[in-house]
């Protein structure tokens, strides 16, 4: 299994260190944030940059091409999440308004402007499939690619949009969870794998009007928020059926070595997993 540790887009000196940096949100934007990754069977790299948009690495590595920046007439906002249909590649854009380096923001305002994208590998060709999703993120197309799952962050779900068969193009709930959910993986036992990010603390509770009104005012909301969710944040994954029952559950429930989980992937009975904020990889062997 490849594993690509650190992709910087843009290669000027201040973003081609040695060292990559970690969480330096004033050169994010610059430097570029790659957030979804997947390999073609060609062995093409599929990079979903919250900031370049939808880009693309041959097998030998290189520069990254940008294959789309728009989509419906909109400019590509916060590019997450990204995986392979039939010749085409759904993405998840999880904001029209706010930037990734704005995501505690958009938790706290109730952002609800986050779409669904696919992009056409033979007309080249970006379409908006929903739109109207509260931080749309991780996204997996099952194996026989009858459909595909998105965690909607904000209403801490999975939904399912059928992409053929009896159902094509409706959209239904799949599962309900008790966190936020980042991203979402395939499994080669045709189940998946989810990572929870964080639980929702007390300010998350509060009515989003509520919220929004606190934004207005002369308060560290954002600061509170994040002081809260690095020391309240328990490492949690779930292992999610065909019809969406909760199969497993891997919870830290001390926080101590996993928290604020994002990347999550299984190979040869092991689960590979990322932070959203925290600079590490963590190994666990399943049994």
């Keep these: 299994m490849p594993i690509v540790l650190f992709i910087c887009i843009n290669r000027t000196e201040e973003c081609s260190s040695k060292k990559p940096p970690v969480m330096d ?9 790659p957030l979804g990754l997947r390999f073609s069977k060609e062995g093409d790299l599929y990079i979903s940059d919250a900031y370049y948009g939808l880009m693309v690495v041959g ?7 940008s294959l789309t920046t728009h989509a ?3 400019p590509l906002h916060f590019t997450n999440d990204v995986d392979f249909g039939d010749n085409v590649v759904y993405f998840t854009d999880s904001s029209t308004k706010f930037q990734k380096k704005q995501f505690v923001l958009m938790f706290l305002y109730g952002d609800d402007s986050g779409r669904l994208i696919s992009f056409d590998l033979v007309t080249r060709e ?12 991780g996204v997996a197309v099952s194996r026989d690619k009858s459909f595909l799952l998105v965690c909607e962050t904000l209403k801490q779900r999975v939904i399912r949009y059928w992409i053929r068969g009896p159902k094509a193009g409706k959209v239904e709930q799949f599962v ?6 980042d991203n979402i993986r395939l499994t080669e036992r045709d189940d998946f794998w989810v990572a929870i990010h964080a639980q929702p603390n007390w300010i998350m509770k509060l009515p989003v009007l509520v919220r929004r009104a606190l934004l207005q005012l002369p308060v560290p909301l954002a600061g509170w928020y994040i002081q809260m969710a690095r020391k309240q944040a328990r490492g949690m994954v779930m ?3 065909l019809d969406g029952q ?7 429930d001390q926080g101590k070595v996993a928290k604020l989980l994002s990347g999550i992937e299984e190979q040869d009975g092991v689960l590979w997993l990322g932070s959203v904020v925290l600079p590490q990889i963590l190994k666990y062997k399943l049994r």
């Design 25 to 33: 949100l004033n050169l994010e934007h610059v430097c570029g944030r």
């Design 59 to 65: 097998p030998n590595g290189g520069p990254a091409r």
């Design 72 to 74: 419906g007439g909109i």
């Design 126 to 137: 970006s379409t908006v499939i929903i739109s109207n999703l509260h931080f749309p993120n």
């Design 176 to 181: 309900a969870l008790p966190g936020f959910p």
């Design 239 to 241: 292992r999610l059926g």
């Design 246 to 252: 909760i199969l497993e559950v891997l919870e830290d």
